[in-house]
């Protein structure tokens, strides 16, 4: 490991900063902070270097466009879909046969083995699947021995460390994902590559509700939550020209615009003068 590393990876210091030639790209860090600069960080982006120089093709390819992300909360039963939008599903989303989902995304482990069969035979012709590397604990959520027969297929890696309190841009396609804790953001982006002109949010209600398990617990997710204000500053400051929106927002409600579908505004008579949401 140490030999391979030592091939892509260099490190000069000097009085006051750390230099890191990483595949013949320089990244320089304060001495203070050099401390703090793991193997997992030289990982991270010395396999982004490697993989995500594929992902430049997708660069503002839906400009003017909007998508649809689709998590698992208990709000996503009442979603029908939207027509002429790209459908993008999380982890088990494609479970849900009314929607024709473009990409999957899937970070981490799936639970159960039959579970990599139903994601990896998901219309294996037309829907492309993201695979996520987590540099701290090196697992995709697919296992490696079913990887290669997954026809349509991109990978990405995510670099553990947390962001920072001051955020600043990255290119995807020459650096690692930021990682917010959670595939969504993962999602995210990889839309702002796309240059996307709406974002539409549906199911990411930031509770233990879990639409596919049937699990109706609404104990709020405070830690997920904090994660989802990182990422609107983050999108504020670099990324103001594409809009995101929730749908049936629960805990999101006012982070982003918020739009509701007429089932949920009825089983909810308490919301007064909101959008409607046309199919």
Not at 1 to 12: A, D, E, H, S
Not at 197 to 208: E, P, R, S, T
Request: aromatic share 16%; proline share 3%.
């Amino acid at each position: 490991m140490n030999k391979l590393l030592n091939k892509f990876v260099t490190i000069t210091y000097t009085n006051k900063h750390a230099i890191y030639k990483i595949c013949n790209v320089k990244f320089k860090f304060k001495r203070k902070i050099d401390k703090q600069v793991t193997l997992n960080d030289l990982r991270a982006y010395t396999l982004a270097a490697k993989f995500h120089p594929d992902l430049e093709k997708y660069r503002g390819i839906y400009t003017g466009k909007s998508a649809v992300i689709i998590g698992g909360g208990l709000s996503l039963e009442y979603y029908k879909p939207l027509s002429d939008v790209i459908h993008i599903g999380i982890n088990r989303a494609y479970k849900l046969d009314y929607i024709n989902f473009d990409y999957l995304f899937a970070q981490d482990n799936f639970p159960l083995q039959e579970e990599n069969e139903e994601f990896i035979n998901y219309k294996p012709e037309t829907c492309i699947k993201f695979l996520g590397l987590h540099t701290c604990n090196n697992n995709f959520r697919i296992s490696y021995s079913t990887i290669s027969r997954i026809k349509k297929k991109e990978f990405y890696v995510l670099n553990c460390r947390r962001p920072k309190k001051t955020f600043y841009p990255i290119d995807i396609t020459a650096e690692p994902f930021i990682y917010f804790c959670g595939t969504v953001f993962a999602v995210l982006q990889f839309l702002l590559l796309t240059n996307i002109k709406n974002i539409y949010l549906v199911g990411f209600d930031c509770n233990w509700g879990h639409a596919f398990d049937k699990n109706s617990d609404n104990t709020e997710i405070i830690s997920q939550y904090n994660y989802w204000l990182q990422f609107a500053e983050y999108k504020n400051m670099y990324f103001k020209d594409t809009e995101i929106i929730s749908i049936n927002p629960v805990k999101l409600k006012g982070l982003f615009k918020d739009v509701y579908t007429q089932n949920y505004v009825d089983e909810h008579p308490e919301l007064k003068n909101v959008e409607i949401i046309k199919g």
